[in-house]
């Protein structure tokens, strides 16, 4: 089946810097989607992309639906100590049904 | 408050003892799934329902059943389970894209 590839897998960082993740894939999207995931709790997600070239921002997150439409990137600005957790990117390809694919996660560490 | 429900939040049983853990959800969404998460692996899917009475297997639906008799119950069933069924569960509904997570059923099979 379809399988998204996402990198790093994980990261160490300290307060204050940016971060950035990405996930690729060998097969087209019509929607990405990014989720932030902390310790004993589910998925929530962070920001919805539905377009290609799509850029879209929440606070400090910026998340861009790439050109090819079989990539997105998600950035955090100035980390803080709370944005510790794991990060999965999921496509949707509407074609295929609703099912939702993800990528294994980042899980970024950060220090302060 | 617009919430997914799952219980238990975790269980410890032997191998082939039958259990459920149930998932409900109070946003009137039509699509539910069951996913599973495991060290490495990420999430990947058991099972999902588009609707009442319409279930369709995910990736990773070998040990386990669902049923779907309403539209706010989604309950994942295993009937035998075994060692390497021990993991955690997540029950998720949504409305197109907007996909909404339960809190998670960490469970362990000896």
């Known amino acids: 089946g379809q399988q998204l590839n996402q990198s790093p897998q994980s990261m160490f960082i300290q307060e204050g810097e940016d971060v950035s993740m990405n996930c690729t894939s060998s097969?087209?999207?019509?929607?990405w989607l990014w989720y932030k995931q902390e310790p004993g709790e589910g998925p929530v997600l962070l920001i919805a992309l539905y377009k290609a070239g799509e850029l879209t921002s929440n606070g400090r997150l910026t998340a861009q639906f790439g050109i090819t439409r079989k990539d997105s990137f998600l950035n955090i600005s100035a980390s803080i100590p709370s944005d510790v957790g794991i990060y999965f990117c999921?496509?949707?390809?509407?074609?295929?049904?609703?099912?939702?694919?993800f990528g294994k996660g980042t899980t970024l560490s950060v220090s302060s | 408050e617009a919430q997914v429900t799952q219980n238990p939040r975790y269980l410890i049983t032997v191998t082939g003892k039958k259990l459920t853990v149930t998932c409900s959800q109070n946003?009137?969404?039509?699509?539910m799934s069951w996913y599973r998460q495991d060290p490495g692996l990420g999430l990947r899917q058991i099972y999902y329902?588009?609707?009442?009475?319409?279930?369709d297997k995910g990736d990773v639906p070998e040990g386990y059943k669902v049923s779907r008799k309403e539209k706010r119950n989604f309950p994942l069933i295993l009937e035998s389970p075994s060692p390497n069924q021990t993991s955690l569960y997540f029950c998720?509904?949504?409305?197109?894209?907007?996909?909404?997570f339960g809190p998670g059923t960490r469970l362990t099979v000896l």
């Open positions: 999921a496509g949707l390809d509407n074609q295929a049904g609703t099912a939702l694919i």
């Open positions: 097969s087209i999207f019509n929607t």
């Open positions: 946003m009137n969404h039509e699509y």
């Open positions: 998720a509904s949504s409305l197109g894209t907007m996909q909404y």
């Open positions: 329902s588009m609707n009442v009475e319409v279930t």
